[in-house]
């Protein structure tokens, strides 16, 4: 099992940028492909962000190319999306999700029903 806690969510003006975490506890991440998604009100949950176990390659949204970033540090069991040049429409609940490695089958980094452990999800809303 793996426990994935996402922080640093908050409320930003149009423009700003945020810095958002996910910690994991009870394996390593090292194991894992992660993926950031995000879901809006009334809205389905969609991609943003995804880096293999390695770190490398990684993979983004075109709605956020060029302004995120996805990292991570397997020796603080932490990954992270830089978001920078926020928009009103980046405004949703973020969340990370963790795909082990391990399973069979090709990698499909914006499939949400890849990921085998999800977090709760931390806010962020851009003001215009």
């Known amino acids: 099992q793996v426990q994935l806690v996402e922080s640093g969510g908050g409320l930003v003006q149009a423009g700003d940028s945020l810095r958002l975490s996910c910690a994991a506890s009870g394996r390593t991440l090292s194991n894992y492909d992660m993926g950031w998604f995000r879901q809006a009100p009334r809205k389905e949950r969609e991609f943003v962000a995804a880096?293999?176990?390695?770190?490398?390659?990684?993979y983004y949204a075109d709605s956020v190319k060029g302004r995120f970033t996805i990292s991570r540090d397997n020796a603080k069991n932490t990954v992270y999306l830089q978001l920078a040049s926020l928009k009103p429409e980046d405004t949703a609940v973020y969340y990370c999700?963790?795909?082990?490695?391990?399973?069979?089958?090709?990698?499909?980094?914006?499939?949400?029903?890849?990921?085998?452990?999800w977090g709760q999800g931390t806010q962020v809303t851009v003001s215009s």
């Open positions: 880096s293999s176990w390695r770190g490398r390659p990684t």
């Open positions: 999700a963790a795909r082990d490695r391990t399973g069979s089958g090709s990698y499909i980094p914006e499939n949400l029903y890849e990921y085998d452990y």
